[in-house]
Each structure stands twice: as structure tokens, then as C-alpha cells.
């Protein structure tokens, strides 16, 4: 089983977007979370810890996830898949690109 964490920064487009999609796939638990202070979910520890494999959107939430957590990440697999917030939430582009980023990575 993949224990998909998705981060963003405010938890209201990407990472939310990312979880809906990614959950109904098979063997795949998804979860989300945001790294601003004014998330709507805000990372947490255990969130990292029930994780084996984490997502971020761009390199600034994986520098931001490095100094805030690195107590949390030994062994953890976190991955950047390099999509900026120009998009809604469930916008098709969206969809698409996390399908092909992420995906070869949850299947």
C-alpha cells in the first residue's frame, strides 16, 4: 500500500486536487496538507510519519519541508514535481499533469 502525502502551500488547490484524484486509485491512501500559515490544513508530524511517500509542488515547499521537519524525514522518499499555482482546483490541466508526474510514482 502507497501512503501518498501531497503539500502545496495553502492545502487549496495542488495538494487538495492531488489527493482527490490519487485516492480512488488502487493500493494508493492519500492525505494533504499546506506549509503556509494560513492553510487550510497544516502539515503536521504525523502526517509525515504516515507517509512512505511525499509530494510537493515546487522546490520552495521541499526547502520549507527540509527546515521545518528534517527531525521527520529520515528514510522518507519526497519527491518535486515541479507545478506552479497557476491552476484551480480540479482544473483538467491540473489533473493531467499530476496523472503523469505523479502517477508513474503510484502505480
Known amino acids: 500500500m502507497k501512503r501518498a502525502l501531497f503539500i502545496c502551500t495553502q492545502n ?8 482527490h484524484v ?3 486509485w488502487p493500493d494508493v491512501e492519500t492525505d494533504s496538507a499546506g506549509l503556509g500559515n494560513d492553510a487550510d490544513v497544516a502539515q503536521s508530524t504525523e502526517q509525515i510519519a ?10 520552495a515547499h521541499r526547502n520549507r519541508l527540509s527546515r521545518n521537519f528534517r527531525a521527520h524525514l ?4 519526497v519527491i518535486c514535481l ?7 482546483y480540479m482544473q483538467a490541466e491540473l489533473v493531467r499533469l499530476l496523472e503523469i508526474k505523479a502517477g508513474k510514482f503510484l502505480r
Open 22 to 24: 490519487f485516492a480512488g
Open 50 to 59: 504516515w507517509a512512505n511517500i511525499i509530494f510537493v509542488m515546487e522546490k
Open 12 to 19: 487549496r488547490l495542488r495538494s487538495p486536487t492531488a489527493e
Open 74 to 77: 529520515n528514510g522518507k522518499r
Open 82 to 88: 515541479d507545478i506552479p499555482d497557476d491552476y484551480e
